[in-house]
């Protein structure tokens, strides 16, 4: 099959989405501490011998969201090994590239950057005005670099990858697999070691401006943590690449599909420490073997649920308490995740602060979310032995108005 005719048939089955399938096929429930937590495919790779140690679903299409900018910076760092282009190298944003949505850059009409900071803005902001300018910079255009990232995809294996982007933003036609990305960070790493740091960027400086803060995963599983991608879209949910290295061994980790990015982020620490105890002797298929456009692209959220107030964790919460303000709020959160550690609680909860409206005035409700039950009990035994207001709330409480929790 050409690469053409290939192109062709993925482009058909993503604009029909596959229709005979159900829209969530491909989503099934993960551990986390608390609870199942619903995700999509996923996948762990040994990145020198291709092993597959750990896989759901990994061959199945998806759609990559920011993920995109990993392509997008491959071509770049072509480019740089070619010598058409260097670090130095000066370049502006088109009005077009200006106009994109966030998260961007924001450059002004005639401010320029180097190719330098254009990479770091990819990997720190995930800057789709930047994204932009690299494709209209390399290709001429947008449609023509996006012509280049497929045949440059199936050139290296990514035999269920189709882009029409440079950025990652919403196109029903934009779709991979967590095989064919866990293949892309291992071409990234290989092919270009004196580039592959920038992916571990945080923040860069760019004048006076910080920009930041790149992904939580770097400190999250700090110090084995260095570097990759985050990406988010309604269509996606929330997705990640991570790369780590321990005891001499560098892993890849690809997952899709979660509601929030803070469960999206323990996952693949979790499935990474797993894969790191595993001992397989290198026996297990390599993510090369595995068949890629199965199941169909999925719908994770639907466009009316996305910016919504959900809770869409597992384990219970504490409300603290409703106050005027969001700093107040917050204050009260901070204060309880105190009282925990206080107790000996290992894990924390997590920030919920919630707006709760009622006669249109608006007041915060201060939550820890996603605790486990005896963690929750505790502490709210505690600040009612205080005679301090706490209440336990589970999951399904969480539903709008949201006027229970008005205080």
């Known amino acids: 099959m050409t690469a053409m005719i290939r192109r062709l048939l993925l482009g058909v089955l993503a604009l029909l989405g596959l229709a005979a399938l159900p829209a969530h096929a491909q989503i099934a429930a993960v551990t986390s501490p608390s609870g199942p937590v619903l995700a999509g495919p996923y996948v762990v790779v040994d990145a020198a011998t291709g092993e597959t140690l750990l896989e759901r679903n990994a061959g199945y299409f998806w759609h990559p969201a920011s993920l995109t900018k990993m392509m997008t910076l491959y071509i770049v760092f072509e480019e740089l090994k070619s010598g058409r282009l260097t670090l130095a190298s000066p370049f502006s944003l088109s009005e077009s590239a200006r106009a994109k949505p966030p998260s961007k850059l924001g450059l002004g009409p005639g401010q320029s950057i180097t190719v330098e900071q254009g990479i770091q803005a990819l990997v720190a902001r995930s800057a789709n005005d930047v994204a932009v300018g690299f494709a209209e910079l390399i290709g001429g255009s947008e449609a023509a670099f996006s012509v280049r990232m497929t045949e440059t995809a199936a050139r290296i294996g990514m035999n269920g990858t189709q882009f029409h982007n440079a950025s990652g933003w919403p196109h029903p036609g934009q779709i991979t697999t967590a095989r064919d990305m866990a293949l892309l960070a291992m071409a990234l790493i290989k092919q270009f070691p004196e580039y592959y740091g920038y992916f571990h960027t945080t923040e860069f400086m760019l004048g006076k401006a910080r920009i930041g803060p790149g992904i939580k995963f770097l400190d999250l599983y700090s110090p084995y943590a260095d570097g990759l991608k985050t990406g988010f879209t309604c269509a996606s949910g929330f997705n990640i690449v991570g790369s780590a290295v321990r005891d001499g061994r560098r892993l890849i980790a690809v997952a899709f599909g979660f509601r929030r990015a803070d469960l999206r982020d323990e996952f693949i620490v979790r499935l990474l420490d797993e894969a790191y105890a595993l001992k397989t002797g290198g026996n297990r298929p390599k993510v090369w073997q595995i068949r890629d456009g199965q199941g169909g692209p999925a719908t994770v959220m639907e466009q009316s649920e996305c910016g919504t107030i959900r809770y869409d964790m597992p384990g219970d919460a504490v409300w603290l308490g409703t106050y005027g303000d969001w700093r107040t709020a917050r ?31 608006t007041r915060q409700a201060a939550i820890i979310a996603d605790l486990e039950p005896a963690a929750a009990q505790k502490l709210c035994a505690d600040y009612q032995a205080r005679k301090l207001f706490c209440q336990i709330r589970k999951p399904q409480d969480f539903a709008p108005p949201f006027s229970g929790f008005w205080r």
């Not at 995740?337 to 206080?342: F, K």
């Open 331 to 361: 204050h009260a959160y901070d204060v309880g995740q105190a009282e925990l550690a206080r107790l000996g609680i290992t894990r924390l909860g997590k920030e919920y602060i919630l707006p709760v409206t009622s006669n249109k005035v």
